[in-house]
């Protein structure tokens, strides 16, 4: 189970820091993500972190300002957003592709967490 929380209201230039708690998962031994989805908009990559947090890959719109890290001992993924503007509105979810290593994409078979609203003004 992946567990979501951190997001709220923020008025734009504000930071957030979002945090993916999993139970049942070794994120140690995973790659992990975050994505995002808008109302009316399709689910969207915001960045990846291999197993053993060396390698990142980050979203067009988030480079620069949105910071991923995954603490494997206390097995959770964490999502430092700073800069925040009103387009980084969208419910932010954590994820993990099933039975894989692989980097988790929109698409794939992924556990999924329920979900952190984010808004901001």
């Known amino acids: 189970q992946l567990v979501e929380s951190g997001g709220g209201s923020v008025q734009a230039g504000g930071s957030l820091r979002l945090s993916c708690a999993a139970s049942g998962y070794t994120y140690s031994s995973a790659c992990m993500g975050w994505f995002r989805q808008a109302p009316g908009k399709q689910r969207e990559g915001v960045a990846t972190?291999?197993?053993?947090?060396?390698?990142?890959v980050y979203g067009d719109s988030v480079k620069g300002r949105f910071h991923i890290s995954k603490d494997n001992e206390e097995n959770t993924l964490y999502l430092q957003m700073n800069d925040l503007n009103p387009e980084d509105t969208a419910t932010y979810y954590c994820?993990?592709?099933?039975?894989?290593?692989?980097?988790?994409?929109?698409?794939?078979?992924?556990?999924w967490g329920q979900g952190t609203q984010v808004t901001v003004s």
């Open positions: 972190i291999s197993s053993d947090g060396l390698s990142k």
């Open positions: 994820a993990m592709r099933r039975a894989s290593i692989v980097c988790p994409t929109p698409r794939s078979d992924n556990h």
